[in-house]
């Protein structure tokens, strides 16, 4: 345990003595900066003094799109859970989260998650394929531990990294978000349909749920880079091959998500966020079924990466 521990502090030594991460570092606050200046002095006026009005107009419309019918029954089941938020907004008077408020900017930098993705895929990347380009794997296996321990260091180092950037994001956005847009609306709940009920939440409470599923994403992405740089030594294919995947996975499973196949496909199951705040890109999914199939691809990677590690011939 203790030579494991040694083996992640000298990983994390590796990656935070390197300018690359602390330009990362600033990239990610500077575009925490430019999303608060953008929604605080570029997005229209948003006013919350006829909300009433336009959650009825929403609800009217909503009803209107299930009169028509001919939509999944998941899709149905959305539409009238709005229906029913809003008329508990009405009747107990909670305006929705405004765009230019703490919390509408607190929710929108959940999409900055991706770049963190990004920033950790190239990490994650080099941090096997690195040692065997520099010809540093030699020197790093003949240490008393196991290949196992080293792989496994690097491994945890890597989402060290993406856990600190995660916390630094959300560290930075609540000081830009304070600083821009006051702090008026903290007490502010979130609404949510649960047990066939209205359910009052913190906003807190519901920003990290959302942090969280937005994280399986980072989390199956890396653990896919740190398999393509481990097997195949190159962190220029891990990078990109990840990275092409991550942008464009959701796009393929919605083009073909007609079929019933689809649903086995990695990226149909990485958006989680889409069985709290929307309807399923295939129909009949469902969040334990989801869940299922990421451990699956999960264990694949890591028994990939650590069977071809342990097999590796560094004697060349």
């Not at 180092?157 to 847009?181: K, P």
């Not at 919605?254 to 958006?271: D, G, M, P, R």
């Amino acid at each position: 345990m203790f030579n494991l521990l040694r083996l992640i502090q000298n990983e994390n030594m590796k990656i935070y003595l390197r300018p690359a991460t602390w330009v990362m570092f600033g990239i990610l606050i500077t575009l925490l900066l430019i999303v608060g200046l953008v929604t605080k002095f570029l997005l229209g006026d948003a006013t919350n003094e006829n909300w009433q009005e336009a959650v009825i107009a929403q609800n009217v419309q909503n009803q209107m799109i299930i009169d028509e019918g001919g939509m999944p029954s998941a899709a149905l089941d959305h539409y009238q859970r709005e229906i029913v938020l809003n008329e508990y907004r009405i009747e107990h008077d909670i305006p929705p989260v405004e765009t230019k408020s703490f919390w509408g900017y607190m929710l929108s930098t959940v999409n900055l998650i991706s770049v963190v993705t990004m920033f950790t895929i190239i990490v994650a990347a080099g941090i096997v394929a690195g040692e065997f380009t520099w010809g540093t794997i030699k020197l790093l296996l003949i240490r008393p531990a196991s290949r196992s321990k080293i792989l496994l260091s690097k491994y945890l180092a890597t989402f060290i990294f993406a856990i600190s950037m995660l916390v630094g994001l959300v560290i930075f956005a609540m000081g830009i978000g304070a600083l821009l847009f006051g702090v008026s609306t903290f007490t502010q709940p979130h609404l949510i349909f649960e047990a066939g009920q209205v359910v009052e939440r913190n906003m807190f409470s519901h920003l990290f749920m959302l942090y969280s599923l937005s994280s399986v994403e980072l989390l199956m992405m890396v653990t896919f880079a740190f398999m393509i740089s481990t097997i195949f030594r190159s962190s220029s294919l891990a990078i990109g091959l990840a990275l092409f995947l991550m942008f464009t996975g959701s796009q393929l499973v919605f083009i073909l998500s007609q079929y019933e196949w689809v649903k086995y496909i990695l990226f149909a199951n990485t958006y989680l966020t889409q069985y709290v705040e929307g309807t399923p890109l295939v129909e009949g999914m469902t969040m334990p079924f989801s869940i299922m199939m990421l451990a699956i691809y999960f264990i694949i990677f890591n028994v990939l990466s650590w069977v071809i590690f342990q097999k590796r011939d560094v004697a060349a």
